[in-house]
């Protein structure tokens, strides 16, 4: 009886399935990858892919291609044609300034010189 509580719980599986290398994420891949590097969140990605977009889909399974995707690049598995280096479809996400301090700091150029240290006397 238990086992027929649960079946009747599980959400059924989605009708269709896309083909073999056929997900709406690959042509996102570099923005997936730039967001996870910038610290942003699964749930942020998704907003941003269906937003800025028009994809539809969950977090998890936006994390689950993203997992998917850096196994197989560490396994050195053949991709599909085209998506091992993709053209970037958005421009790289930046993380924005804490301050207007650190904003100045990082614009502000290199020292043309460099300070030598004195020597402390012994």
Same mark, same amino acid.
């Given at each position: $009886?238990?086992?027929?509580?649960? =079946?009747?719980?599980? /959400?059924? %599986?989605?009708? &269709?399935?896309? *083909? ?7 042509? +996102? !891949? ?8 910038? +610290?942003?969140?699964? !749930?942020?990605? @998704?907003?941003? !892919? +269906? @937003? $800025?977009?028009?994809? @539809?889909? @969950? +977090?998890?399974?936006? =994390? /689950?291609?993203?997992?998917?995707? #850096?196994?197989?690049? !560490? #396994? /050195? ?20 300034? &804490?301050?207007?301090?650190? #904003? %100045?700091?990082?614009?502000? *150029? ?8 004195? #020597?402390?006397?012994?």
């Amino acid at each position: $009886m238990s086992a027929q509580k649960r =079946r009747r719980r599980r /959400n059924p %599986a989605p009708i &269709e399935h896309p *083909p073999a290398w056929g997900s709406l994420l690959w042509p +996102h !891949l570099d923005t997936i990858r730039a967001m996870r590097h910038a +610290h942003k969140t699964w !749930l942020q990605i @998704t907003h941003h !892919l +269906h @937003t $800025m977009h028009g994809i @539809t889909i @969950t +977090h998890r399974a936006v =994390r /689950n291609f993203s997992k998917r995707v #850096e196994k197989a690049i !560490l #396994e /050195n598995r053949p991709m599909p044609v085209g998506s091992r280096f993709p053209s970037p479809v958005d421009k790289p996400v930046q993380a924005a300034p &804490e301050s207007v301090f650190d #904003e %100045a700091m990082a614009a502000r *150029p290199a020292p043309a010189f460099r300070i030598a240290q004195a #020597e402390k006397p012994l």
